[in-house]
């Protein structure tokens, strides 16, 4: 079980974190991704990072504005997202990934949450 907050509704140029948390002991030992999706469009990577945080990668979209950090003593993680533009709204979605596969691909995920709401207005 995920949980993600911290979604809201911002002007462009702002910033939000969202956070991921899990109530399972496991959640530290594997790597978490955010993803994101609008409707009619499939499931975007935005981030992922390893268990220890020693790894990380971004989408092109968010690469320089967006920045994935866990804390494995609070079991979570945390998307923060600066300089927001209207295209970044969507329904973001945190996920662990217990396989080898590639972090790039949302069917490579085991565990998901419901989503939280980002709504970025011009």
């Known amino acids: 079980q995920l949980i993600e907050s911290g979604g809201s509704e911002v002007h462009a140029g702002d910033s939000l974190r969202l956070s991921c948390t899990s109530p399972?002991?496991?959640?530290?030992?594997?790597?978490v991704g955010w993803f994101r999706q609008v409707p009619g469009k499939e499931r975007e990577f935005v981030a992922a990072?390893?268990?220890?945080?020693?790894?990380?990668d971004y989408g092109a979209a968010v690469k320089g504005r967006f920045t994935i950090s866990r804390d494995n003593d609070l079991n979570t993680v945390y998307l923060q997202m600066n300089d927001l533009m209207p295209e970044d709204t969507a329904l973001y979605y945190c996920?662990?990934?217990?396989?080898?596969?590639?972090?790039?691909?949302?069917?490579?995920?085991?565990?998901w949450g419901q989503g939280t709401q980002v709504t970025v207005s011009s």
């Open positions: 996920a662990q990934k217990v396989g080898v596969g590639s972090w790039w691909f949302a069917r490579e995920y085991d565990y």
């Open positions: 990072l390893t268990r220890a945080g020693g790894e990380s």
């Open positions: 399972r002991r496991s959640f530290p030992l594997y790597t």
